[in-house]
């Protein structure tokens, strides 16, 4: 297990423990302390993911729940919102702008947790063949991808960094919706 699957893997403890610590602390004179300590390694968290997104799986499938969470807040952050007052032109106004976050949290939840669903409670796609490319990719999210037997599939850094170097015959397993691969097994050099 490497640093980046350490990290990724504490990342829902870590944030259970701080929900359950500002709960506790919700009306005592140590809440202000204990919400830096939370805000600190938030932030903390927040650089580390920044900087290892692409380096574990586990650290990209939880960014794939904290984004389905985030479109079910954005829907659910709707639900006490006041009826609009005023004009026409304000209650189309108002409206208009909660059905647009409805419609932008539902679409942010479908498609990561169709890709979630896809690469966790489907059958995986098996490849064999060997490493033709490996490349990195350009962009804001860039990341490493890997063409093996004809198909392009995603890799994490640790494994982007022995498929370049090494071009090997491999046999993966795909998730089906965010197309990365979750098991290498290395055949021959």
Do not use: H
């Not at 006041?82 to 409206?95: C, I, M, T």
């Not at 976050?101 to 890709?115: C, N």
């Not at 991808?145 to 370049?164: C, H, M, N, S």
């Not at 090997?168 to 097994?185: A, L, T």
């Amino acid at each position: 297990m490497s640093t980046a699957d350490f990290i990724a893997a504490c990342f829902w403890p870590s944030v259970v423990i701080a929900a359950f610590a500002l709960l506790k602390a919700r009306n005592s004179a140590a809440f202000p302390f204990i919400r830096k300590i939370v805000i600190w390694v938030g932030l903390a968290y927040f650089v580390l993911v920044l900087f290892w997104v692409n380096s574990s799986i586990v650290a990209i499938n939880d960014m794939n729940v904290l984004l389905v969470l985030l479109g079910l807040a954005a829907v659910g952050s709707q639900l006490r919102v006041p009826a609009p007052q005023g004009s026409w032109r304000d209650k189309v106004k108002g409206y208009g702008t909660m059905i647009a976050i409805v419609l932008f949290g539902s679409g942010l939840a479908w498609f990561f947790g169709r890709m979630l669903v896809l690469d966790l409670l489907t059958s995986r796609l098996v490849i064999e063949g060997r490493v033709q490319y490996a490349s990195r990719t350009t962009g804001r999210g860039s990341g490493y991808v890997a063409i093996i037997a004809g198909q392009t599939v995603k890799v994490t850094t640790p494994v982007y960094e022995r498929l370049q170097q090494f071009r090997p015959k491999v046999r993966v397993e795909v998730g089906r919706g965010s197309n990365y691969v979750y098991e290498i097994e290395y055949l021959a050099n």
